[in-house]
């Protein structure tokens, strides 16, 4: 799948595009299923050191781990390395040398919000070789998609830049949207806002993002985002995943990996995959890069024993077959 200029301008200047799945429908019912074959009661996924928000009826395979057993499972991976994401990840970025960094389900808990934030603030001006930080797909496969009512996404768009419009966010610099911020909340509401337990204040420019599960929200890794509060009985299902451009011979933190996939997908799904798919999960080139220290204690805590396989792998929650 291949953006007009008209839609590459727009996701410059703003930082964020809704598009069309480029996948057929078949492959998101199929995430439904997996996740309807997997689920357990929420309760169960608390005494398993459940992540605090992002996980509901998707237990983590280990106490307090991030990850369950779907986020880069067979089904997954297939949406995420689909050929139409790969070519529309390489046009986004201006070059064919990308990697998946990971994916990830957000499964968003009832009476749970997420706060406004940056997930990354780099400043890629500084290195030559890199004009974007990243381009990230947010899909909301529930059969209800995204809503307002169910915590759909909230953005400010161009927030990816800094005033001036050329160079990106730098985490060492105070930010307008860190004093936007701090001007609009109120002092009173804050330790609930905080804790994500009411939907945070409203800024101005704001834009709610709803969608239907055959929707794809394409936005920069810098724009500053929310959600809003999921006042409904349900766990959100929401995917998202991340291609990086590659930066070779800088500092482990400028790459950014945070996985060597071949030490988390079973043999059975690294059979399954594509020449092409191996290659953006850099499989074959292993050693040329080094896991960003940020998630070194991740490695070690749980290396070996968190694993994504094929369907007939997965742990089945209510017994359904798949
Ligand atoms: O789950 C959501 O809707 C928002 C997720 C988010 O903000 C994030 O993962 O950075």
Redesign the pocket.
Known sequence: MRLDAQQLDEYSRQGWLVLDAPWPRALTEALRTAVDAVAVHPQVVRAAGGHKWTHHTLAPQMPGSYWCALDHSEDFMQVMLHPEIVELARQLEGTEDVFFRNGGI?Q?RPQRS?LW?H?YKMDVSALPDITTSGVEFMHYFGASGASRAN?C?RLIPASHRLPDGQRYLNPRDPTRFDELLAAHRPAGAAADMVNGLVADVELPGEVSVELSPDQLLVRSNSIF?A?WRNETAEGRL?H?WLYRPRVRDRPASEGNHRFRWGEYLTPRLLERLTDEQRQVLLLDESDSFEIDPAYNAEKDREGGVVRWGVREELPLGRQSAL
């Open positions: 957000n968003l997420v934030h997930d915590g996404l985002h959600s929401m998202h």
